[in-house]
């Protein structure tokens, strides 16, 4: 028996995960920020001036994989590198003033996404999507433990 494309979740997933991307792409063209960068100027806009450690761990992402994109923040001066005054060993990343600057405007932006893609839903329905992913996402954390 043949799997349609429209009935295997991972597709579905898969191709809402790029369709989000490339509509949030769009939305954070103005400011010089990436899809990949995003989670990361949102983490430091919480709690400015956190380890590299602290991002993966709150963003779910591997140490090589922040690396890179910790160095091409430093390049487009979204964020800076200061040495732990209490360790010398780690380093605590700062936003930029520049990154600073335009906060408010690129989460404006950024809401436009989540907020496109639920047109038509009522708030019933929102609460419904936020919920069964959450499971999903929970389900998920279970078999990495």
Known sequence: MAIRRQD?????????SRL????L???LAAFGVLPGQFPALVML????GLTQADLCHRINVEQPTMANTLNRMERDNLIRRV???DDKR??????????????????ENARRVPSQAMVG?????????????GRMIDNLKLNEE
């Open 121 to 133: 839903m009522d708030s019933a329905d929102q609460d419904r999507v936020f919920h069964l992913v």
């Open 90 to 107: 780690r380093t605590r990343i700062h936003l930029t003033d520049r990154a600073k600057a335009f906060k408010t405007d690129l989460m």
């Open 20 to 23: 989000f991307d490339r509509a």
């Open 8 to 16: 295997a979740l991972g597709y579905q997933i898969g191709l809402l």
């Open 45 to 48: 806009y919480q709690k400015d």
């Open 83 to 85: 040495p732990d005054p």
């Open 25 to 27: 792409e769009t939305e």
